[in-house]
């Protein structure tokens, strides 16, 4: 079993004993409370194995099987600032509905969940106030330079939630991760996979080792998932459409009828 389990030479985040970074006081949503499945259960106690200690790693965890909801959980579990890393700006959408369908910060608190989505926009960045913030990997490239950037590096991240980290491999990705400088790093994919097997190495090596890897069979026999059924159909092609293909010249576009059809 992992739970419990660490790699040797793996130092845990105590973020129960971490007085540098304050407190988020986030917590589930009142009318909308997020429960975790069973294996969204495993995968978390795997990230956090001891009382009060949360480690580093990626977690295989197939599409449409709740990588957001795992995140989530951790970020409530964590109670640290969160910065949010994504690829694109409908992730950067999907991240803050789901953060704000799900959880809840105190009326009184000065915490917020916030979307940096331009280089021109302002990041509401206090000291000794926690925050959530989702943005994308690229934004916070060496040569976007902004204060809210600066602002963002400086801030003390206590978790890091990296969004499709397979594709997290090039230099502008790693340097997201590392400038950012979070106390606790938790990739999510649902396909850990590169033509170029030393790219994941290197993913490896800035995020944490692969903590969980939830099978997509086990979830389809358990209803979580559905069952894919592939059906083929083969049918011909329209005469005059076959003409006209065979009757051009131009090779590309010959391409383009066929593959159109």
């Known amino acids: 079993t992992y739970v419990g389990q660490v790699y040797r030479g793996e130092t845990p985040y105590a973020y129960s004993k971490d007085s540098a970074r304050p407190e988020l006081p986030l917590i589930p949503h009142e009318e909308t409370p997020l429960r975790p499945r069973d294996y969204q259960t495993k995968v978390l106690k795997r990230f956090f194995p001891l009382n009060g200690m949360a480690r580093s790693g990626v977690a295989i965890v197939p599409c449409g099987a709740g990588k957001t909801a795992i995140g989530i959980l951790a970020a409530l579990k964590l109670?640290?600032?969160?910065?949010?890393?994504?690829?694109?700006?409908?992730?950067?959408?999907?991240?803050?509905?789901?953060?704000t369908r799900w959880t809840q910060l105190p009326a009184a608190s000065a915490s917020s969940i916030q979307v940096w989505a331009k280089r021109a926009d302002a990041v509401k960045l206090r000291e000794g106030v926690?925050?959530?913030?989702?943005?994308?990997?690229?934004?916070?490239?060496?040569?976007?330079?902004?204060?809210?950037?600066?602002?963002?590096?400086?801030?003390?991240?206590?978790?890091?939630?990296?969004?499709?980290?397979?594709?997290?491999?090039?230099?502008?990705?790693?340097?997201?991760?590392?400038?950012?400088?979070?106390?606790?790093?938790?990739?999510?994919?649902?396909?850990?996979?590169?033509?170029?097997?030393?790219?994941?190495?290197?993913?490896?090596?800035?995020?944490?080792?692969?903590?969980?890897n939830v099978p997509i069979g086990r979830l389809q026999e358990d209803g979580h998932i559905a069952t894919v059924e592939v059906i083929k159909v083969d049918l011909p092609m329209p005469a005059k459409w076959k003409e006209a293909m065979e009757a051009d010249e131009d090779p590309v576009r010959r391409e383009k009828l066929h593959t159109f059809f």
């Open 79 to 99: 109670q640290k600032s969160t910065i949010v890393l994504v690829t694109d700006n409908l992730s950067m959408k999907q991240w803050y509905d789901e953060f």
């Open 130 to 212: 926690p925050t959530i913030l989702i943005t994308r990997y690229s934004l916070l490239a060496p040569e976007s330079e902004s204060t809210s950037r600066d602002a963002i590096k400086a801030h003390p991240w206590g978790l890091a939630l990296c969004d499709e980290v397979h594709k997290a491999a090039t230099a502008q990705y790693q340097k997201a991760l590392t400038e950012t400088n979070p106390a606790c790093k938790m990739g999510l994919t649902g396909t850990f996979t590169r033509q170029d097997v030393s790219e994941l190495d290197t993913i490896l090596a800035t995020v944490g080792p692969i903590v969980a």
